[in-house]
């Protein structure tokens, strides 16, 4: 299976833009890329996922290489509420969920 | 709008000692999951059911049964409870097989003295 990799720890202050890169120089043609955050004392949550374009929803958008061997979640404007552990996880289309790995994830600290 | 429910929140088990953590959904979902996360790891996948009337085994199936009781329900039994099962469970639920979004309960903290 493909293998992501993320920083261990990032910080950013309130209402800035926050980059989280995910690098993934495995992946296959398929894997789509899916990003999850983990909230304190909380079960993890969808945040995004994409194939080959950047996707935008309502939480953040993903920005995905060209050559899709890294991709960089974006959070616009963060807020106290996102400081979370956030996953990159590679899934092949037609597998279940079963099949995501979460890894150590990236612990995003905000400032106030 | 419940989601996914797990009930207890805490528990506390003595070693040996046997229970059943629960799970429900209400989103009419086809698959559910059953993840167990220890301090400062990510989840490791313990058991799933596909569709209602299967289950199979995830990556640490040891020392867990589990049971998909109808197609909201899917319950995880811990037989004779060991210290290394203290971890913090969480179900989810998806639409199904090849569906993106997962979602999660907010997890079952259990210590086994």
């Known amino acids: 299976d493909a293998k992501t990799t993320q920083p261990n720890s990032m910080e950013s202050n309130e209402e800035e833009p926050v980059h989280l890169p995910c690098n993934h120089s495995?992946?296959?043609?398929?894997?789509?890329i899916h990003w999850y955050r983990q909230l304190p004392s909380q079960g993890p949550e969808y945040v995004i996922h994409g194939l080959t374009s950047n996707v935008n929803n309502r939480m953040a958008s993903l920005a995905i290489a060209e050559d899709r061997k890294s991709s960089t979640l974006i959070l616009h404007r963060a807020t106290l509420r996102d400081a979370a552990v956030y996953y990159c996880?590679?899934?092949?289309?037609?597998?279940?969920?079963?099949?995501?790995?979460f890894g150590q994830g990236t612990r995003l600290t905000i400032n106030p | 709008n419940a989601g996914v429910t797990q009930t207890p929140k805490f528990q506390v088990l003595k070693t040996g000692q046997s229970m059943t953590l629960q799970c429900a959904q209400d989103m009419n979902h086809n698959s559910m999951y059953w993840y167990r996360q220890d301090p400062g790891m990510g989840l490791r996948l313990i058991y799933y059911?596909?569709?209602?009337?299967?289950?199979d085994k995830g990556e640490v199936p040891n020392g867990y049964n589990v049971s998909r009781l109808n197609k909201r329900e899917f319950s995880l039994r811990l037989e004779s409870a060991a210290p290394s099962q203290t971890s913090v469970y969480f179900c989810a639920s998806s639409v199904g097989q090849g569906y993106t979004e997962a979602f999660f309960g907010q997890g079952t903290r259990l210590t086994v003295v």
């Open positions: 996880i590679l899934r092949a289309p037609n597998q279940g969920a079963q099949k995501l790995v």
């Open positions: 059911s596909a569709s209602e009337g299967t289950t």
């Open positions: 495995t992946i296959s043609g398929t894997d789509y």
